[in-house]
């Protein structure tokens, strides 16, 4: 799990989920708004749609946080970037979701 100072508060990811940049992947669903200053916070999203239950969201959400925690030293300065899951990352293996999030988050040129 990532810090709290590195994770968006709810109104960050309301306004990332309203005025962000969208960039898709069979895994993941990324936005993102590029800021002048301050560290790149993520969200991790896991809709209901993806997983019923709350433990299963639960779970998903903490790989996703996982995954992120591996990637952080690479990762630009001023970026608020929410991680929505899709149905396809819930039975995805660890390193499958870790090399997508990194290959999308150098799409996105925040890595």
């Known amino acids: 799990m990532l810090k709290k100072s590195l994770r968006l508060s709810t109104e960050q990811i309301n306004e990332v989920m309203e005025k962000g940049t969208v960039v898709h992947s069979p895994l993941f669903t990324i936005r993102y708004i590029k800021r002048d200053t301050g560290a ?8 209901k749609g993806v997983a019923k239950t709350a433990v299963s969201r639960n779970r998903e959400r903490r790989r996703v946080y996982a995954a992120i925690a591996g990637i952080k030293k690479g990762v630009k300065p001023g970026f608020l970037v929410a991680i929505i899951s899709k149905n396809k990352a819930i039975g995805a293996e660890f390193s499958v979701l870790q090399i997508e999030l990194n290959e999308n988050l150098i799409k996105a040129k925040i890595i």
């Open 40 to 47: 790149t916070k993520f969200a991790a999203v896991a809709p």
